[in-house]
T-cell receptor, first 114, second 114 residues
Framework: GDSVTQMEGPVTLSEEAFLTINCTYT??????LFWYVQYPGEGLQLLLK?????DKGSNKGFEATYRKETTSFHLEKGSVQVSDSAVYFC?????????????FGQGTRLTINP | DGGITQSPKYLFRKEGQNVTLSCEQN?????MYWYRQDPGQGLRLIYY???????QKGDIAEGYSVSREKKESFPLTVTSAQKNPTAFYLC?????????????FGDGTRLSIL
């Protein structure tokens, strides 16, 4: 079945450092790809998405490009802030019977030190 | 503001007891979902409903039941048949059809066994 593999955490960086969190996927069809972020004690929030090959999703300084040839959707940010500390989930979405099935990676915990 | 409300935030279950987790949305979304999150893991789909009065099993439905009598509401019952119910439960909804629609999440219910 479909699956998502994320870079294992935890990841600890200093403020203003460059961030990359790797994500690769296995899918039989043409899924949409998402990055969600989870702050402590909260649910998930959509960070960005891409719906087809070569699409770039971006939001709040984060970017990720849908690479079909390498089946990847790596998350990047040029200069991280303390407020970016959270758990990040990569996910693929496929349509099922009028709804959407999300398959998640295991999550990467990011801590940014001042 | 539109969103998803889950209650209670914390819930304790005694052995052999059924408990029901509430999920209400005012986003006018047709599809709703229940996920289970365990420490250090991604989310796993328990049940989903694409429309009122219809729902489907997800990947880990055993020991759980749901109903969808109203568009706004999708309660989850954790039955005594669920042998390892301690987890963080997240409800989500999505509008439209297909793989590209992002899901909107509630803030979760943390269930523990007494």
């Amino acid at each position: 079945g479909d699956s998502v593999t994320q870079m294992e955490g935890p990841v600890t960086l200093s403020e203003e450092a460059f961030l990359t969190i790797n994500c690769t996927y296995t899918a039989t069809g043409y899924p949409s790809l998402f990055w969600y972020v989870q702050y402590p004690g909260e649910g998930l929030q959509l960070l960005l998405k891409a719906t087809k090959a070569d699409d770039k999703g971006s939001n709040k300084g984060f970017e990720a490009t849908y690479r079909k040839e390498t089946t990847s959707f790596h998350l990047e940010k040029g200069s991280v802030q303390v407020s970016d500390s959270a758990v990040y989930f990569c996910a693929l979405g496929e349509g099922i019977q009028g709804a959407q099935k999300l398959v998640f990676g295991q999550g990467t915990r990011l801590t940014i030190n001042p | 503001d539109g969103g998803i409300t889950q209650s209670p935030k914390y819930l304790f279950r005694k052995e052999g007891q059924n408990v029901t987790l509430s999920c209400e949305q005012n986003l006018n979304h047709d599809a709703m979902y229940w996920y289970r999150q365990d420490p250090g893991q991604g989310l796993r789909l328990i049940y989903y409903s694409q429309i009122v009065n219809d729902f489907q099993k997800g990947d880990i439905a055993e020991g759980y039941s749901v109903s969808r009598e109203k568009k706004e509401s999708f309660p989850l019952t954790v039955t005594s048949a669920q042998k390892n119910p301690t987890a963080f439960y997240l409800c989500a909804s999505s509008g439209g059809r297909g793989a590209s629609q992002p899901q909107h999440f509630g803030d979760g219910t943390r269930l523990s066994i007494l």
